[in-house]
């Protein structure tokens, strides 16, 4: 044997990358649309014991903030930049080719997650992630911006801005998935019992590797969904209207020092109705919609406690950084009434209150997508204006609270200094001991916007780590320097909120107003008449910020804005076969125009079951069979169309087809025209609705679009085909406008 083959050998090992010594767990909670009154350790009546026990053993911070939307947030939130400056100037449903609001965060603005699983962390996310071009969804990717792309190991959860609590659109890792099978379902206690199971594996597995855990709730974002028991213990708790439960915040925020004293209540605006001018109807039917809304809250501080109890059991609590946070202020989208279905709200499609009342004792479940009035949106963010999509205070700050037993000192205190979105990622690197990388993956990084603040945790007189912050959103903008606020009165065109609330709608009227917010902690005195030199100084300020952050051309939603294309043309023309998987509702070819939909089956006697369809009664379209007679159903709020056959199918095989041009719908069996309809909605399904999930050939999971079937409704026949050819679209001005105006609603 030669001696080569038994010669000694230098072991080669391979040296993996650990943390810093003693590195600390990290899990970041991020709330959705949750004002800065709407916790309880932030004033609130709303029961949240467990979130309250974290402020007992951490810090509360008063003047932490936000970018005023949920997409951007999260992005300031992980990248540590600001929101333009990475792409994710609106929300991922709104993407244009213009560098602040393409919607794809570059490569040169490495996440908070990449950074740490470059440094030997555990990554983990678990909900809400809206990050990912919607466009992007489908199962061709491309992946980059889903969460394992961006340095996450693991994730389970959903990747739009919204989904139903009852019926969500789940992925595991970059797989979507069904439901899980289980009585009673609902998402945030299956979002938190999947983030103790991963911290429990990890634990079992690895119990002296650190980890990340990004743990965003789809509460409270709209739909308002939680069971009777728990909005049950407010009944009658906001019978005294919103003006009161206002003032109850505020007075609860100056006696416990939250707000300082002598801070100033901002008046109710004429937007938000006198509680007295109410009629008895809207009282109680309003009343309800801010139980649910109260027991959504605590129903999600009960599932946040699962996975602060297991950090506890599980003896990691103490070296463990927790972050709770909101992403932006209090949410208006319900409008001055409420909805039972939001996203038919988006675009003017609103239930009168007799029709609201009618379905009163089903509000927060699975028939309605409910939404409260603006007037608690107003409420929740005591003391400050306006609300989430302004750059307002009431938009842009946020509650923020931070527990380290091991790191921080006077638990249950509070910080004062001037913080951002931006600054969480440098602050817990700099907690660490890390820093941001410059390169990555060999690309250079580009400009970090956030400071690390991570000495706030020790120090609560620290001075303060940021001097300058701009804030835009739709159009509403605002910029602090040093103490000082200027801020626009633009009112976006979203919502419908020009015709109720008082401000500019043009950018060549806009008044800009200055605050001092060393002095007036609510933004409630215009100083602007008092210092016009510096609020001219400000403004420039702004421009600059705004110019060197990608932030123009600001918002317009009827411009032409050109649209970031995807990483293939959308299809004209598709043909599908029956899967037990949906197809991505932003992959299918657009309805939106006209189309032509074919299925060719065979049928036996009275077959039924679903050949196509896509969405839930909150809004979608379904071709199906019920005991053989050929269906096709729409429904989008008020708007819907039924087209039967008016007899069963025959046994054989069969030729189905639908069309629709210029809202004339057309049922077409074996060549002959057998029922005639009208739709005069936006057929723009994926997108809008909120448990679509994508389109489902051969079955629909979920939830049902019209009663007439039960899901899983699998067709009972022979599918062989189902093809879907596009028409084309005349959109003009107006119906660009209501097109992104139900886009970017988040």
Same mark, same amino acid.
């Given at each position: 044997?030669?001696?080569?083959?038994? /010669?000694?050998?230098?072991?080669?090992?391979?040296?993996?990358?650990?943390?810093?010594?003693?590195?600390?767990?990290?899990?970041?909670?991020?709330?959705?649309?949750?004002?800065?009154?709407?916790?309880?350790?932030?004033?609130?009546?709303? $029961?949240?014991?467990?979130?309250?026990?974290?402020?007992?053993?951490?810090?509360? *911070?008063?003047?932490?903030?936000?970018?005023?939307?949920?997409?951007?947030?999260?992005?300031?939130?992980?990248?540590?930049?600001?929101?333009?400056?990475?792409?994710?100037?609106?929300?991922?449903?709104?993407?244009?080719?213009?560098?602040?609001?393409?919607?794809?965060?570059?490569?040169?603005?490495?996440?908070?997650?990449?950074?740490?699983?470059?440094?030997?962390?555990?990554?983990?996310?678990?909900?809400?992630?809206?990050?990912?071009?919607?466009?992007?969804?489908?199962?061709?990717?491309?992946?980059?911006?889903?969460?394992?792309?961006?340095?996450?190991?693991?994730?389970?959860?959903?990747?739009?801005?919204?989904? %139903?609590?009852?019926?969500?659109?789940?992925?595991?890792?970059?797989?979507?998935?069904?439901?899980?099978?289980?009585?009673?379902?609902?998402?945030?206690?299956?979002?938190?019992?999947?983030?103790?199971?991963?911290?429990?594996?990890?634990?079992?597995?690895?119990?002296?590797?650190?980890? =990340?855990?990004?743990?965003?709730?789809?509460?409270?974002?709209?739909? +308002? &969904?939680?069971?009777?028991?728990?909005?049950?213990?407010?009944?009658?708790?906001?019978?005294?209207?919103?003006?009161?439960?206002?003032?109850? @915040?505020?007075?609860?925020?100056?006696?416990?020092?939250?707000?300082?004293?002598?801070?100033?209540?901002?008046?109710?605006?004429?937007?938000?109705?006198?509680?007295?001018?109410?009629?008895?109807?809207?009282?109680?039917?309003?009343?309800?919609?801010?139980?649910? *809304?109260?027991?959504?809250?605590?129903?999600?501080?009960?599932?946040?406690?699962?996975?602060?109890?297991?950090?506890?059991?599980?003896?990691?609590?103490?070296?463990? @950084?927790?972050?709770?946070?909101?992403?932006?202020?209090?949410?208006?989208?319900?409008?001055?009434?409420?909805?039972?279905?939001?996203?038919?709200?988006?675009?003017?499609?609103?239930?009168?209150?007799?029709?609201?009342?009618? +379905?009163?004792?089903?509000?927060?479940?699975?028939?309605?997508?409910?939404?409260?009035?603006?007037?608690?949106?107003?409420?929740?963010?005591?003391?400050? /204006?306006?609300?989430?999509?302004?750059?307002?205070?009431?938009?842009?700050?946020?509650?923020?609270?931070?527990?380290?037993?091991?790191? @921080?000192?006077?638990?249950?205190?509070?910080?004062?200094? *001037?913080?951002?979105?931006?600054?969480?990622?440098?602050?817990?690197?700099?907690?660490?001991?890390?820093?941001?990388?410059?390169?990555?993956?060999?690309?250079?990084?580009?400009?970090?916007?956030?400071?690390?603040?991570?000495?706030?945790?020790?120090?609560?007189?620290?001075?303060? +780590?940021?001097?300058?912050?701009?804030?835009?959103?739709?159009?509403?903008?605002?910029?602090? +320097?040093?103490?000082?606020?200027?801020?626009?009165?633009?009112?976006?065109?979203?919502?419908?909120?020009?015709?109720?609330?008082?401000?500019?709608?043009?950018?060549?009227?806009?008044?800009? /107003?200055?605050?001092?917010?060393? %002095?007036?902690?609510?933004?409630?005195?215009?100083?602007?008449?008092?210092?016009?030199?510096?609020?001219?100084?400000?403004? /420039?300020?702004?421009?600059?910020?705004?110019?060197?952050?990608?932030?123009?051309?600001?918002?317009?939603?009827?411009?032409?804005?050109?649209?970031?294309? &995807?990483?293939?043309?959308?299809?004209?023309?598709?043909?599908?076969?029956?899967?037990?998987?949906?197809?991505?509702?932003?992959?299918?070819?657009?309805?939106?125009?006209?189309?032509?939909?074919?299925?060719?089956?065979?049928?036996?006697?009275?077959?039924?079951?679903? =050949?196509?369809?896509?969405?839930?009664?909150?809004?979608?379209?379904?071709?199906?069979?019920?005991?053989?007679?050929?269906?096709?159903?729409?429904?989008?709020? $008020?708007?819907?169309?039924?087209?039967?056959?008016?007899?069963?199918?025959?046994?054989?095989?069969?030729?189905?087809?639908?069309?629709?041009?210029?809202?004339?719908?057309?049922?077409?069996?074996?060549?002959?025209?057998?029922?005639?309809?009208?739709? !005069?909605?936006?057929?723009?399904?994926?997108?809008?609705?909120?448990?679509?999930? !994508?389109?489902?050939?051969?079955?629909?999971?979920?939830?049902?679009?019209?009663?007439?079937?039960?899901?899983?409704?699998?067709?009972?026949?022979?599918? $062989?085909?189902?093809?879907?050819?596009?028409?084309?679209?005349?959109?003009?001005?107006?119906?660009?406008?209501?097109?992104? @105006?139900?886009?970017?609603?988040?």
């Amino acid at each position: 044997m030669p001696s080569s083959f038994t /010669q000694p050998v230098e072991p080669h090992v391979v040296e993996y990358v650990r943390p810093p010594a003693g590195a600390p767990n990290i899990v970041v909670i991020v709330l959705d649309d949750v004002g800065f009154g709407q916790l309880g350790c932030y004033g609130s009546p709303i $029961h949240t014991p467990n979130i309250d026990r974290l402020a007992r053993g951490g810090v509360r *911070f008063d003047r932490f903030h936000v970018t005023s939307i949920c997409s951007s947030t999260r992005a300031a939130l992980l990248t540590g930049r600001n929101h333009h400056a990475v792409g994710v100037g609106a929300t991922q449903e709104t993407s244009f080719a213009l560098p602040g609001y393409n919607g794809r965060i570059p490569k040169s603005a490495a996440t908070l997650a990449r950074i740490l699983r470059d440094n030997g962390y555990n990554t983990m996310a678990v909900g809400k992630w809206h990050l990912t071009p919607q466009a992007e969804y489908s199962a061709a990717g491309p992946f980059e911006r889903w969460p394992l792309g961006m340095g996450f190991e693991r994730y389970y959860g959903f990747l739009g801005a919204e989904t %139903n609590h009852w019926s969500p659109e789940l992925v595991r890792d970059n797989t979507p998935i069904p439901v899980p099978d289980v009585p009673g379902y609902h998402l945030t206690e299956d979002l938190a019992r999947e983030a103790v199971d991963m911290l429990r594996a990890q634990h079992v597995a690895s119990p002296d590797k650190p980890f =990340l855990l990004w743990f965003a709730t789809g509460a409270a974002h709209a739909p +308002h &969904h939680v069971t009777r028991e728990w909005f049950a213990p407010y009944a009658g708790s906001f019978d005294e209207g919103w003006e009161a439960l206002r003032e109850s @915040i505020y007075r609860r925020q100056i006696a416990e020092g939250i707000i300082p004293a002598g801070t100033a209540l901002t008046p109710r605006p004429s937007w938000v109705p006198e509680w007295a001018s109410l009629s008895a109807d809207e009282r109680r039917l309003y009343a309800r919609y801010m139980e649910v *809304f109260a027991g959504f809250v605590t129903h999600t501080d009960a599932q946040i406690g699962r996975i602060l109890d297991h950090l506890e059991s599980s003896g990691r609590a103490d070296n463990t @950084i927790v972050l709770l946070m909101s992403d932006n202020g209090t949410s208006s989208e319900g409008g001055p009434t409420g909805t039972l279905n939001e996203a038919a709200s988006w675009l003017g499609d609103h239930a009168t209150i007799e029709e609201a009342l009618a +379905h009163i004792d089903e509000i927060g479940g699975p028939n309605h997508t409910n939404h409260y009035p603006w007037g608690w949106a107003w409420a929740g963010n005591s003391p400050f /204006q306006l609300w989430k999509r302004y750059a307002w205070l009431g938009g842009v700050r946020a509650p923020l609270i931070a527990r380290w037993p091991k790191g @921080i000192t006077e638990p249950g205190s509070m910080r004062h200094q *001037f913080t951002h979105a931006v600054d969480i990622t440098p602050t817990l690197l700099g907690a660490i001991g890390l820093t941001m990388p410059t390169v990555v993956d060999g690309v250079s990084q580009q400009r970090v916007d956030g400071v690390d603040a991570h000495g706030l945790f020790t120090n609560p007189d620290a001075s303060e +780590h940021r001097g300058t912050q701009y804030f835009e959103m739709h159009g509403s903008r605002s910029i602090y +320097h040093e103490g000082w606020k200027a801020t626009s009165n633009f009112v976006s065109p979203l919502f419908d909120e020009r015709s109720h609330i008082t401000g500019s709608h043009s950018y060549d009227t806009d008044v800009w /107003q200055l605050f001092d917010l060393a %002095n007036d902690f609510s933004e409630s005195r215009d100083l602007s008449s008092e210092h016009p030199e510096l609020l001219a100084r400000l403004e /420039q300020l702004w421009i600059d910020e705004a110019t060197s952050n990608h932030v123009f051309p600001l918002f317009d939603p009827s411009a032409n804005y050109p649209a970031h294309p &995807h990483e293939y043309p959308l299809p004209r023309h598709m043909e599908y076969q029956p899967s037990d998987r949906p197809v991505a509702a932003g992959r299918v070819p657009s309805m939106f125009g006209g189309f032509v939909m074919r299925a060719t089956i065979e049928c036996g006697d009275r077959t039924s079951g679903v =050949l196509a369809g896509l969405g839930d009664h909150q809004g979608g379209w379904v071709l199906h069979l019920v005991d053989g007679e050929p269906r096709f159903d729409v429904v989008y709020g $008020h708007q819907r169309a039924h087209l039967a056959m008016g007899e069963a199918l025959p046994r054989g095989e069969h030729r189905i087809d639908v069309s629709m041009n210029a809202g004339a719908l057309v049922l077409t069996v074996d060549d002959r025209d057998v029922a005639h309809g009208r739709f !005069g909605g936006l057929f723009m399904f994926p997108g809008v609705t909120t448990a679509a999930g !994508g389109m489902w050939i051969g079955r629909h999971e979920g939830l049902a679009v019209v009663d007439t079937y039960a899901t899983p409704a699998i067709f009972g026949g022979t599918l $062989h085909s189902v093809s879907i050819a596009s028409g084309s679209p005349k959109a003009g001005p107006s119906l660009a406008t209501t097109m992104r @105006i139900a886009e970017g609603s988040d």
